[in-house]
Structure formats: C-alpha cells, structure tokens
C-alpha cells in the first residue's frame, strides 16, 4: 500500500536547524512532484515546498525562502526538506505530499516546535 513516512522533527531553538526527510513506498516515487506542508495550531495547512519529479525547479512559500531548502532522492524513494534558520513561527506540523494527474499521498506528518 501506498506510504509516506516523515522523520526528522523535534524541539530546537530557535536560529537551529532541523532535516526532515519523508520515506515512500507503494507507488511509483520518481514520477510524482513532492512537496512540504505544514499546518500550526489554530492555522489552515499551507504549502512550504515543491520539487519536480526531476528534483527541479523548487518553489518555496515567501516565508521560508533563503532558509529551507527542497531536495529529493529518487533512487531512495526520499523527499528532504532543509531548514535553517528556524523561528518559533515556524512550528507546526509538517506533511509530505505527493501529487501527479490528479493523484495525491500524505503522510502522517512530523512536529516541528521551534522554541527556547
């Protein structure tokens, strides 16, 4: 069956960094755009990050551009999402998606709590 599983999360401080990584498995990795969402508490769920299925052209959210970056292993059938520089507006959780022809996986999601 179809999976996405993210790691990665945890409490940092803020100025900190975190690697989240998403592990699929079920379908075909390569032929879907991957992309990062994150939803915080009280707040609707918004895109951070997108990657082509070539590991191309990435397209981030104003909020995140400079400090987070997109990458993705289509040989391990893994998304990443770099962030650096965390905020404490940054906490949230965080969900991989994959999407083609209409197509779309999520995962469970993964916290992230930015915090001092």
């Known amino acids: 069956q179809v999976q996405l599983v993210e790691s990665g999360g945890g409490l940092v401080q803020p100025g900190g960094s975190l690697r989240l990584s998403c592990a699929a498995s079920?379908?075909?990795?390569?032929?879907?755009?991957m992309s990062w969402y994150r939803q915080a508490p009280g707040k609707e769920r918004e895109l951070v990050a997108v990657?082509?299925?070539?590991?191309?052209?990435?397209r981030y959210a104003d909020s995140v551009k400079g400090r987070f970056t997109i990458s993705r292993d289509n040989a391990k059938k893994t998304v990443y999402l770099q962030m650096n520089s965390l905020k404490p507006e940054d906490t949230a959780v965080y969900y991989c998606?994959?999407?083609?022809?209409?197509?779309?996986?999520w995962g469970q999601g993964t916290q992230v709590t930015v915090s001092s």
């Open positions: 998606n994959a999407q083609f022809l209409g197509l779309e996986f």
């Open positions: 079920g379908f075909t990795f390569s032929t879907y755009a």
């Open positions: 990657i082509n299925r070539a590991g191309g052209s990435p």
